[in-house]
């Protein structure tokens, strides 16, 4: 039994995925060498060099034929992830794989750790992401600090009853975790780090994806489904 599992979503990620997964097999070499922890990477659909250079750099993989989504590559993560406690790192390199370490050491006494990003993120989703968790928290009267951060580390038993495999295949995924976990009182902790520059392109509308969580956001303050 492995003490904790690692999911890292992919989709066309081929400048970055190897430094990404590098960083991570050179920090958590003790844990991986006396298996006591394993990564896997869920290819959603890419097109590009991807899935060939996590082959060739012996890791596992588990490939969608097409892209299902964010979300999707999470569930499939979690279906597969064989240890209870289970950290989740984007493939693009904006969160460094060391912040992930230090989430991991303090889960022990909560349910769900979250990296709180303060800085080096475009100025738009900067502001979009701080205004979208000012609003969370005055709906949820809970402090939030970053709705929909990529990097966390959490208890797989704790979201069982909160119907995680039900929740949206799309980039909102993080955002119906931390909305949930708040509003049934789940124990959080939010760590600050300083993200990396991403390589590369980024797939996501700021616009779309900010609109879709403040649907989400009133859904939640009419107390009503949110996925």
Same mark, same amino acid.
């Given at each position: 039994?492995?003490?904790?599992?690692?999911?890292?979503?992919?989709y066309?990620?081929?400048?970055?995925?190897?430094?990404?997964?590098?960083?991570?097999? %050179?920090?958590?070499?003790?844990?991986?060498? %006396?298996?006591?922890a394993?990564?896997?990477?869920?290819?959603?659909?890419?097109t590009?060099?991807?899935? %060939?250079?996590?082959?060739?750099?012996?890791?596992r993989?588990?490939k969608h034929?097409?892209k299902?989504? +964010?979300?999707?590559?999470?569930?499939t993560?979690?279906?597969?992830?064989?240890?209870?406690?289970?950290?989740?790192?984007?493939?693009?390199?904006?969160?460094?794989?060391? *912040?992930? +370490?230090?989430?991991?050491?303090?889960?022990?006494?909560?349910?769900?750790?979250?990296?709180v990003?303060?800085?080096?993120?475009?100025?738009?989703r900067t502001?979009?992401n701080?205004?979208l968790?000012?609003l969370a928290?005055l709906?949820?009267?809970?402090k939030?600090?970053?709705?929909?951060?990529?990097?966390? *580390?959490?208890?797989?038993?704790?979201f069982l009853?909160?119907?995680?495999?039900?929740?949206?295949?799309?980039?909102?995924?993080?955002?119906?975790?931390?909305?949930?976990?708040?509003?049934?009182?789940?124990?959080?902790?939010?760590?600050?780090?300083m993200p990396?520059?991403?390589?590369?392109?980024s797939?996501?509308?700021?616009?779309?994806?900010g609109?879709?969580?403040?649907?989400?956001?009133?859904?939640?303050?009419?107390?009503?489904?949110? +996925?």
């Amino acid at each position: 039994m492995y003490d904790f599992s690692i999911i890292i979503p992919a989709y066309n990620e081929e400048y970055s995925i190897r430094k990404v997964l590098l960083d991570i097999k %050179n920090i958590f070499h003790d844990y991986l060498e %006396n298996q006591l922890a394993e990564i896997l990477v869920i290819d959603d659909g890419s097109t590009d060099n991807t899935p %060939n250079i996590v082959k060739n750099m012996n890791f596992r993989i588990i490939k969608h034929n097409h892209k299902l989504g +964010y979300g999707a590559a999470l569930k499939t993560g979690l279906k597969n992830a064989k240890a209870e406690i289970i950290g989740i790192i984007d493939a693009d390199g904006t969160y460094p794989p060391v *912040v992930l +370490y230090e989430l991991f050491k303090k889960i022990k006494n909560h349910d769900l750790i979250i990296g709180v990003r303060t800085g080096n993120t475009p100025l738009v989703r900067t502001f979009g992401n701080r205004f979208l968790s000012l609003l969370a928290s005055l709906i949820l009267n809970k402090k939030i600090k970053d709705l929909n951060s990529g990097i966390r *580390v959490f208890k797989k038993s704790s979201f069982l009853s909160l119907n995680y495999k039900k929740w949206t295949n799309s980039f909102s995924f993080t955002t119906t975790m931390t909305l949930l976990a708040n509003k049934n009182n789940l124990r959080i902790l939010e760590i600050p780090f300083m993200p990396s520059r991403r390589k590369g392109t980024s797939k996501l509308s700021t616009v779309n994806v900010g609109l879709k969580i403040l649907k989400m956001l009133i859904l939640c303050l009419l107390n009503k489904n949110i +996925y």
